[in-house]
Structure formats: structure tokens, C-alpha cells
């Protein structure tokens, strides 16, 4: 499967890749080593190491970088050998490996996989709501047997939520909810709004609205290529207007770990001027939202990667619902942007 390179994946929560720790990941059928450096910064190399081959991430974090647990080759954050135990100590000019762009944004370690002269890290999508000095941050994390562009499909199309999750997200007003689809470059916006409806118990509790009175609701979500996004979920008084109401910011980020496996960090964000029932209010909310997300959404993605095998999702014909519009916008722009990039690196004719 082809993936877009030259774009930031999401890759860890900040609290995984802990001080004097090795963390490994495998990220678009790449495994890599996370670690941070002597200052504490965090650094990606290849988990290969260049001699036997063996993983660095069963060795151990050195002073200036890591050690091979097998013949003791030590490597710093820029993949270079700066250590060989054996013999004079001599260094081959192969003995390196493939170091990542990563910076550490909005409570997550993010990766740039393609050229790194590209990375600019400027282009990591607006996340400040989880920015750790403002934001009490939620955090967590989900692996799904399902290829990640399945996962777009799942945010970027709610309609579902009336059937998937009928006793906590969904209500049978979901479906005659008024829909619409921006694009603003390469960012899709989907946008769903529903009238005078009854939401489910949970979401009353959740959102601190009186059981049972009737609320004008809305769920948006911006994309950003390969897979980050992040919902605006509101609900207001019916008659009222958006400002009146209350509304939470959802990022739901997700990196392919391999053609058909993904990644899939969420999370609940409230202002750190709340105080410590902010914290525990977030926390209650993340853990609150896993329920659905793991015993509905992760059981049908998955059961659809089944379904659809090795198959590529074009090429089964799709047939396609007014509530696709969004996710089919997405993975065209996702498609493009892969053509393009595939061109790009096309050797001359």
C-alpha cells in the first residue's frame, strides 16, 4: 500500500516515550525507535540495527544515544555509530541508521517519514487545544485491526452513530441531521446539525443538559491528510445559537502501523483555569467515550478490514450514501496528494 511520506503522523502521547526509556513503534510498516536525548528531547532512528540486524530497542538508553543489545554498537539521534566496542573501536561508514524528523506538539510526538529537508513544522495541524500548559488533556490510546483510511470514513461520516452507538452517541434524529462539506486546501470540514432532538442519558450527563430537554446539536470535523482530526461536538438549547450552548473539541488522530493495523490516539480537553476538577473531569470523559469506541466502533472496522481482505476499497465499488460526502472528499484529496508525491519521485523518463 502506498502512503503519503512528506506529511506529520501523530506517533506517541507525550507520557510514552518516557526520560532514559526506549519506546518502539511501527509506523507505515517501519519500525522506529523512539527515545529522548540527554536534554530530553525526543529522537526517531531506525530500530534496525545496521550489523546483525537486531532491534535497539531491546538494548538500553546511553549517555549521548542508545546501545545495541547484541554486540554493544552505540547510535545518537541523528542515526550515526558513536561508539564500537571492538577492536580499535573504529567506526565503519556504513554503521548508521535512518534518523526521523520528530517534534514534540500538543501533548503528542509527531513524525515526518518522507525527506526530511520537507519537515517543516509549521504544516502539524492546529491541536492547541491539547497544548499541555492550557489544556487539562484526557489522553488515550486504541490499536485497531483496520486500515486507517477506514478510520477517517468512520469520523467523517457520523451518520452512523445512530445505529453503531443507539445508547450513548446516537439518537434517531442523526439521520435527518442537515449536512454540508468545506474544503479549504488540502483540510476537509464536515459539518452535521441536528434540530429540537433527544439526545441519549449519556450525552445529557455528559454535557451537563437537564434529561430529556430538547437540544439543536452539531458535530463538525476538520481532516488534515494522512488521517488528523479533530470534531467540534455542541449542543445548544433548541432556538438557541451556538454561542449559548456548550461545545468540547475531540481530536481523534490516527497513523497507519501497517496496510491493514492503525494507530488511534483520542482525546478530551478542558482549560487548565478549571483547576484540578478540569483533570478529572477530562479523564472522566475520555474514559467515558473508550466504551463506545472500543466495544462498537473497533469490533465493526474490524470486522470490515475481514470483510474486505486484501481488496482495496475502490476497487469493490462502493456504493455511496448523501453521509459519504465528507470521507470521499478526503480520501480523494489523500489519494492526490499520494499521486503527486508518487510522480514527484518517478525517475526521469
Keep these: 500500500m502506498a502512503f503519503l511520506r512528506n506529511a506529520w503522523y501523530p506517533a506517541a502521547w507525550d507520557i510514552e516515550v518516557a526520560d532514559d526509556a526506549l519506546f518502539q513503534r511501527t509506523l507505515l510498516n517501519q519500525s522506529i525507535l523512539f527515545f529522548r536525548d540527554d536534554q530530553r528531547v525526543p529522537q526517531a532512528i531506525s530500530n534496525r540495527c545496521p550489523h546483525r540486524f537486531a532491534p535497539l530497542h531491546m538494548g538500553k538508553r546511553v549517555e549521548g544515544g542508545v546501545?545495541?543489545?547484541?554486540?554493544?554498537?552505540?547510535?545518537?539521534?541523528?542515526?550515526?555509530?558513536?561508539?564500537?566496542?571492538?577492536?580499535?573501536?573504529?567506526?565503519?561508514?556504513?554503521?548508521?541508521?535512518?534518523?526521523?524528523?520528530?517534534?514534540?506538539?500538543?501533548?503528542?510526538?509527531?513524525?515526518?517519514?518522507?525527506?526530511?529537508?520537507?519537515?517543516?513544522?509549521a504544516l502539524i495541524p492546529d491541536f492547541s487545544c491539547m497544548d499541555p500548559e492550557h489544556f487539562h488533556v484526557g489522553k488515550r490510546y486504541l490499536h485497531a485491526q483496520a486500515n486507517y483510511v477506514l478510520e477517517t470514513d468512520n469520523i467523517m461520516d457520523l451518520s452512523h452513530i445512530e445505529f453503531l452507538h443507539p445508547g450513548t452517541l446516537g439518537s434517531s434524529s442523526v439521520s435527518d441531521a442537515a449536512t454540508s462539506v468545506e474544503q479549504q486546501g488540502c483540510t476537509v470540514v464536515s459539518r452535521r446539525q441536528t434540530t429540537a432532538e433527544r439526545?441519549?442519558?449519556?450525552?445529557?450527563?455528559?454535557?451537563?443538559?437537564?434529561?430529556?430537554?430538547?437540544?439543536d446539536r452539531w458535530i463538525d470535523v476538520r481532516w488534515d491528510a494522512p488521517a488528523s482530526m479533530l470534531l467540534d461536538a455542541g449542543a445548544v438549547a433548541t432556538g438557541g445559537s451556538r454561542d449559548q450552548g456548550k461545545s468540547f473539541p475531540l481530536p481523534h488522530l490516527f497513523a497507519p502501523e501497517t496496510d491493514t493495523t492503525t494507530h488511534y490516539w483520542f482525546s478530551f480537553c478542558l482549560p487548565k483555569a478549571m483547576g484540578d476538577i478540569g483533570a478529572q473531569i477530562a479523564q472522566q470523559q475520555v474514559d467515558g467515550l473508550a466504551v463506545p469506541f472500543t466495544n462498537e466502533d473497533l469490533p465493526m472496522l474490524e470486522a470490515q478490514q475481514k470483510m474486505m481482505g486484501d481488496a482495496t476499497f475502490w476497487s469493490l465499488k462502493p456504493v455511496l450514501l448523501p453521509g459519504d460526502a465528507a470521507g470521499i472528499?478526503?480520501?480523494?484529496?489523500?489519494?492526490?496528494?499520494?499521486?503527486?508525491?508518487?510522480?514527484?519521485?518517478?525517475?526521469a523518463a
Design 199 to 215: 439526545m441519549p442519558d449519556y450525552l445529557y450527563e455528559a454535557m451537563g443538559f437537564p434529561y430529556g430537554q430538547l437540544v
Design 67 to 121: 546501545q545495541c543489545p547484541y554486540h554493544g554498537l552505540q547510535f545518537n539521534g541523528q542515526g550515526k555509530c558513536v561508539h564500537n566496542p571492538h577492536g580499535d573501536g573504529a567506526i565503519p561508514k556504513a554503521a548508521a541508521v535512518r534518523s526521523y524528523p520528530v517534534v514534540e506538539r500538543y501533548s503528542m510526538l509527531w513524525i515526518w517519514m518522507g525527506d526530511a529537508a520537507r519537515a517543516d513544522a
Design 329 to 347: 472528499r478526503a480520501r480523494r484529496v489523500l489519494d492526490q496528494l499520494i499521486e503527486a508525491e508518487r510522480a514527484a519521485n518517478a525517475p
